[in-house]
């Protein structure tokens, strides 16, 4: 009797089974045309986060700096300069702006973009001594210390140290395996300055160590996408101790940050064949410009002069 009654029963759940089975694949069917295909050329693609998106189809607004009638330098001194926007790179302001002139410690920020780019800046050497130098001005740094890359990059552009970009650029060629010279023209010309040439990565005078306002401007807007870079801006010094337990120490160049808010060093220099050079940013409201002096009897009368001059005779127009 029992035999039988399984019998009875094992057709009946065979065919709940069976529907069972069938509802699962459909379902996964069903799930299956949810989930949207990626095929492997899509799934390369760079994605983009963070976008300017405008839901009614309209371009994002350009700012566009127009400069004034009363705009007047007959008070700037340098032989030349440049005011740069800082978020499109548009020029407002220009004399002499291809005109090349030794840049001194301006070609320092050369020597920290390549070696950035170059190495892990992070790394720790050991000082030779190749990296001692006495011409300030100078962290009299010592063989045998050991030291970070960017301990001697942060000295290099706050304090325009010359031992710590020479020692910056001997160790970059050494991990490297190439002369330092050549790397900082290679990029250069990778930026577009075709209109300058480096000799040496501490600004020293050189028939063959120039650049124009114009080919800085393209220095300083690759450099200023680089938060190393950017966020040195408002340093008054910096200190570090070596391996040793050296104490070393910079104190800031560019003299206008202590006093003025509104102002982020980028890189200072001086030789008596330069003579006074300055890179700084400038910011009003919500514009920001780049202010370029080059060959100066006032560097810093001058950025002022100019920032002002700017600010006060320009309109950022919405276009």
């Not at 390369?44 to 986060?49: A, C, D, F, R, Y």
């Not at 552009?157 to 910056?168: F, I, K, P, Q, R």
């Not at 202590?258 to 400038?282: D, L, R, S, V």
């Not at 002096?293 to 005779?313: A, C």
């Amino acid at each position: 009797m029992l035999k039988n009654k399984i019998i009875k029963i094992l057709p009946v759940w065979g065919v709940v089974l069976g529907l069972m089975l069938i509802l699962v694949i459909c379902g996964a069917i069903v799930d299956q045309n949810k989930i949207p295909i990626v095929t492997s050329a899509q799934a390369q693609q760079p994605q983009v986060l963070g976008a300017s998106i405008d839901l009614r189809g309209q371009a994002p607004a350009v700012i566009t700096p127009v400069l004034g009638s009363g705009f007047n330098d007959s008070r700037v001194t340098a032989k030349s300069y440049l005011v740069a926007d800082v978020l499109t790179g548009n020029v407002i302001a220009e004399k002499n702006g291809g005109q090349k002139e030794y840049i001194a410690s301006l070609t320092k920020l050369l020597t920290g973009l390549v070696s950035y780019q170059s190495v892990d800046i992070n790394a720790t050497v050991t000082l030779t001594s190749a990296d001692e130098f006495n011409v300030s001005p100078i962290l009299y740094l010592r063989a045998g210390d050991g030291v970070k890359l960017v301990d001697l990059f942060n000295a290099m552009l706050v304090g325009s140290e010359n031992d710590a970009a020479l020692a910056l650029s001997n160790h970059v060629a050494t991990m490297t395996g190439r002369n330092f010279v050549y790397m900082m023209n290679s990029g250069a010309r990778a930026l577009g300055m075709v209109a300058s040439n480096f000799s040496n990565p501490l600004g020293f005078d050189s028939p063959n160590n120039y650049s124009t306002a114009q080919d800085l401007l393209k220095l300083v807007m690759a450099t200023q996408k680089l938060a190393v870079f950017t966020s040195l801006g408002r340093q008054t010094g910096y200190n570090f101790t070596g391996s040793l337990g050296r104490l070393y120490s910079a104190k800031a160049t560019d003299t206008l940050i202590a006093g003025h808010p509104e102002i982020q060093a980028i890189k200072t220099g001086y030789t008596q064949g330069a003579g006074q050079a300055m890179i700084t940013k400038a910011t009003e409201n919500t514009h920001s410009i780049y202010i370029i002096v080059l060959d100066s009897q006032d560097r810093e009368g001058d950025t002022l002069e100019l920032e002002q001059q700017i600010f006060n005779n320009t309109q950022f127009v919405v276009k």
